[in-house]
């Protein structure tokens, strides 16, 4: 499934962290219910059951974003290259402990981009929902002793912080080829992949500056967002948000911060928009009408970027 005649990437291959302690963030990624592996002299984050690799994770002074890696076709390669070249960006080296390959540049608000051919790692259609309901006479008691550890199947989208949401968009879109979906003015915008993917891919989220806001994780049902929320409670992760229903995107998420101030979600039943689909997109809903429709109140710092400014 490709849209014609477009230039876009795919997917985002993986993001890159830097993190104050290794160890400490392979605890809390694994009670999140990753695969997290030793590669290198740092942490890759993978799902079980999925052999891409959805994330590096290095040591460094504090947390911070290190880059975005995006995944394109490799027949589109030969037309980004030039894309790019027309657009003036800023080529840079790949960063520190990046993986080489593909282009390097500089992407709005300085945060460093690579594009590279990859597999196409985002969904080509919605990923599966379910819902489990006891007939009558039945016993739908799910036991604590019994209940299943929650494992997602896949990275859904990540959103960042940007100093400017309403020209980060448009530099998205004229430079990658992401779409609009739905936004919020200048407070938050979420973007698509064109050749199909989630209801956004990337989210971008009004700040001072670049950071991280939270990388989101598919899980199949709502059951499994209300368990995820529970191993995080009960694993010494006591800070979040949830559960509740987004407006945008539609889906039901549990948000659990982690040690450095930006979160990991679980997220299920998250809208789809296929190649072939032209979403009715709406940069400016009211923001009481775009943000969650059910849950409990957003935590004080939820949308504190706790990175520092620069590089
Ligand atoms: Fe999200």
Known sequence: MKRPNVLAIHSIDHFALDVPDLEEARVYFTTFGLDVRDEGDGLALYT???????????????????????????EDEAAFAEHLAAKGVNKIPAPARAIEGGIWFEGFD?????????EKATPTDKSEFTTISAGPGECGAVFNSSA???????MSHFAIYTSDVVAATKWYEETLGLR?????GPVVAFLHGAHGSDHHLLALVGSTHCGMHHSSWDV??????????AQMLRGGYPK?????RHVLGANYFYYATDPWGSHAEYSADIDFIPADCEWASNANHDPGDSFYLWGP???????????????
């Open 48 to 74: 079980f059951g999925n052999s891409h690799c959805w994330a590096r994770l290095s040591q460094g002074p504090a947390k911070k974003l290190r880059y975005l890696s995006f995944g394109i076709y490799a």
């Open 110 to 118: 300085g945060l460093p981009l690579n594009i590279r051919v990859a």
């Open 148 to 154: 299943p550890k929650i494992r997602p199947r896949r």
């Open 180 to 184: 609009l979906s739905d936004g919020s």
């Open 220 to 229: 199949s049902s709502v059951q499994e967002v209300g368990l995820g929320s």
């Open 240 to 244: 979040g948000w949830g559960v509740g």
């Open 297 to 311: 109140n957003v935590p004080e710092g939820f949308v504190d970027n706790t990175e520092p400014n620069g590089t």
